[in-house]
């Protein structure tokens, strides 16, 4: 257990809807990381979170949008959904300071796994 | 921009025997690290090994290690003693060193390698 959390593990939805994936960073930890995994395009980074602030967007699609709350959970929401859009999202959180000289692990959570129809 | 090449996308392993997974990435940084995850049938993403890149000495967890190789920009996993509980795809990462606190810090993943362990 990497001790970051994500809900809902499974989630089933039609094309044009919109949802919400939550995930809870280790206690401690202040950056959060959004990945997508997919079939043809892998494990695809898309937008990191620093204390509340975004701090770097990967290839993220207009129709996703993210937010850090001051609890410092996250939340992704995506919108006008598409079946290309069905994928496991991973979200991880690292402690996001140089303490550890810059090293910092990347702990990830189990995932939601989107299924669009 | 930095990228990760994984030329395996199948090995196999008999039970107690060792193998080693290659990746090798592009980078003009000169300093970063180099992580090992693995993704077990689960989907968990577990983190197996890392290397920082200005460290000469390479990483060992127990029956995993890494041959390091920077200037051929070479990154290999090798397990020795291999358990059925080693099945699993490998990826590897890479991710520029973090100079500041909150610093843009993505990792970038090479495609995977799923290993298989058999009897």
């Known amino acids: 257990d990497s001790g970051v959390t994500q809900t809902p593990k499974h989630l089933i939805t039609a094309t044009g809807q919109r949802v919400t994936l939550r995930c809870s960073p280790r206690?401690?930890?202040?950056?959060v990381y959004w990945y997508q995994q997919s079939l043809d395009q892998g494990l695809q980074f898309l937008i990191q979170y620093y204390n509340g602030e975004e701090r770097a967007k990967g290839n993220i699609l207009e129709r996703f949008s993210a937010q850090q709350f001051p609890d410092l959970h996250s939340e992704l929401n995506l919108s006008s959904l598409e079946l290309g859009d069905s994928a496991l999202y991973f979200c991880?959180?690292?402690?996001?300071?140089?303490?550890?000289?810059?090293?910092?692990?990347?702990?990830f959570g189990p995932g939601t796994r989107l299924l669009v129809l | 921009a930095q990228t990760v090449t994984q030329s395996q996308p199948e090995m196999s392993v008999q039970e107690a025997e060792t193998v080693t997974l290659s990746c090798t990435y592009d980078t003009s940084e000169s300093d970063y690290y180099l992580f090992w995850y693995k993704q077990p049938p689960s989907r968990q993403m577990i983190l197996v090994i890392r290397?920082?890149?200005?460290?000469?000495q390479n990483a060992t967890e127990n029956r995993f290690s890494v041959n390091f190789q920077k200037a051929a920009k070479s990154f290999s996993l090798k397990i020795s003693d291999s358990q059925l509980g080693d099945a699993a795809m490998y990826f590897c990462a890479y991710r520029s060193r973090v100079m500041w606190a909150g610093t843009a810090s993505k990792l970038t993943f090479g495609t995977g390698t799923r290993l298989q362990v058999t009897l």
């Open positions: 290397q920082e890149a200005y460290k000469q």
């Open positions: 206690s401690g930890d202040l950056s």
């Open positions: 991880a959180s690292s402690v996001g300071t140089t303490i550890a000289g810059g090293l910092e692990t990347q702990y």
